[in-house]
């Protein structure tokens, strides 16, 4: 992504994989900016990918699916701007490959007789929408070449921010646990920080195991209510742990436990109650004093003492992928004989 966004005015980064760039006043021809952007990423971080280029996204993912697909033939880069090149495209793809087409839509279109995405391009746009809904109305006139979805390049803050982890082993004292949800809280309330929210509402949940014929089964969740709008981790894990004690029960063993931050509201857009309480702005400086030292020399070096050293109930991870392309102490080596 920091590739990409060195590379063209503006980007939406869709997924972990994948982005929708703004090519609008780059030089033609576009289809050799694809494949130079393709060769230093793939010179970079060796990682493969797809270019697909259009005059609307829908029609950009169905140009980077014929990239992937025939990627022998295209070199992994696709230009359907040419309206006989999309059009051709089209009739090859079957209607299940359009952008937002799943299963369940695919067999009410094939009812219709619509099998490929060119029989789609073809319906009339409001027909669709009175039958289904504005979302299919907008991919039929994407694939038409009419533009109707934009370039987002904000990220849209969450509603709900989650930390979940499972157990690295069983756990059937309280103790640990309390580590553990004290952890997935101190998480939740750093995304919470980053996106600039607060949060009125939070949810405890803990569980057994769910597979094991032989395990006694159990799974109970309780919200708390904050007294006020915060971001406090102190007070967020405060609630989690009263909520814990809620929904514990001795004498079973448990595998999962989840913190869950509700009711998000922007802190530019709150407005706190007159005679409400409200965080203090002392707690606001700290926060940002224990983020800016955890951002520096690295997360957990400030952190609530109630979690020990070493944590042995942290998932599992004995098989991890290295991370070679981000890690020094993890680079491959190459030894000579």
Not at 92 to 116: C, D, F, N, S, Y
Not at 263 to 269: A, S, T, V
């Amino acid at each position: 992504m920091t590739i990409l966004e060195g590379c063209f005015p503006s980007i939406e980064v869709y997924s972990i994989d994948e982005a929708f760039a703004d090519m609008t006043g780059l030089p033609e021809p576009l289809e050799s900016i694809g494949r130079q952007v393709q060769a230093e990423i793939k010179q970079k971080t060796g990682i493969p990918v797809g270019i697909g280029i259009a005059t609307t996204k829908t029609l950009a993912k169905l140009a980077n699916n014929a990239a992937k697909r025939w990627q022998k033939q295209t070199g992994g880069v696709v230009d359907i701007r040419d309206p006989v090149r999309r059009d051709k495209l089209l009739k090859a793809m079957p209607v299940e490959e359009v952008w937002g087409v799943g299963p369940r839509m695919r067999a009410h279109l094939e009812g219709m007789q619509i099998k490929t995405a060119w029989d789609l391009a073809q319906m009339d746009a409001w027909t669709l929408r009175k039958r289904f809904n504005v979302i299919v109305e907008k991919t039929v006139r994407e694939l038409r070449g009419v533009a109707c979805l934009e370039i987002e390049n904000e990220i849209e803050p969450k509603q709900e921010i989650c930390s979940s982890r499972s157990f690295g082993k069983r756990l059937r004292e309280l103790a640990p646990i309390q580590e553990a949800v004290t952890s997935y809280a101190t998480r939740a309330a750093e995304k919470l920080r980053r996106q600039e929210s607060l949060c009125r509402q939070v949810r405890v949940s803990l569980r057994t195991g769910m597979f094991n014929p032989t395990e006694a089964k159990y799974a109970n969740g309780v919200l708390c209510q904050l007294p006020y709008p915060t971001d406090d981790s102190r007070l967020i894990i405060k609630a989690v742990q009263a909520g814990l004690q809620q929904v514990y029960r001795e004498g079973f063993s448990y595998a999962k436990a989840q913190v869950l931050l509700l009711d998000l509201c922007r802190k530019n857009e709150y407005t706190p109650d007159l005679f409400a309480l409200e965080q203090p702005v002392k707690t606001e400086r700290l926060m940002s004093t224990l983020d800016a030292i955890n951002n520096r020399w690295g997360r957990g070096t400030l952190q609530p003492g109630r979690i020990a050293k070493p944590v042995e109930w942290a998932m599992r991870r004995e098989l991890l992928s290295p991370a070679y392309t981000t890690r020094w102490s993890e680079l491959m080596v190459a030894k000579a004989k």
